[in-house]
């Protein structure tokens, strides 16, 4: 059974970092494509960054020169460092993992292309 844990959520003021962490377990698979996603209030779940079992990185517009997406194999566990934080990146952040042609597709910031879901960790950035 796969399982995602999300950690590191938490408030923090206009330009301040948060590191996000996932927790993998269950996935055996050599070949994947781990990502994260956010979801604001009244908007569409878009993707943030997707790294694969390769270290192929995809990133979002709105966050490319300011998060960084890395994993630690040796702990099953994917990151996510965000600096120089605005508003606009309040939302809850979910980590999902799929099959590694998610990632190498022209469409890896599309939900449906991953099938295993953590539960989010809220992120609020006031002004």
């Known amino acids: 059974q796969v399982q995602l844990v999300e950690s590191g959520g938490g408030s923090v003021q206009a330009g301040g970092s948060l590191r996000l962490s996932c927790a993998a377990s269950g996935y055996t698979y050599s070949h994947y494509c781990m990502g994260w996603f956010r979801q604001a209030p009244g908007k569409e779940r878009e993707g943030v960054a997707t790294?694969?079992?390769?270290?192929?990185?995809n990133y979002g517009d709105s966050v490319k020169g300011r998060f960084t997406i890395s994993q630690d194999n040796a702990k099953n566990t994917l990151y996510l460092q965000m600096n120089s934080l605005k508003p606009e990146d309040t939302a809850i952040y979910y980590c999902?993992?799929?099959?590694?042609?998610?990632?190498?597709?022209?469409?890896?910031?599309?939900?449906?292309?991953?099938?295993?879901w953590g539960q989010g960790t809220q992120v609020t950035v006031s002004s």
């Open positions: 999902a993992a799929g099959g590694v042609w998610t990632c190498r597709s022209g469409v890896w910031n599309y939900p449906s292309g991953f099938p295993y």
């Open positions: 790294i694969d079992s390769d270290g192929r990185i």
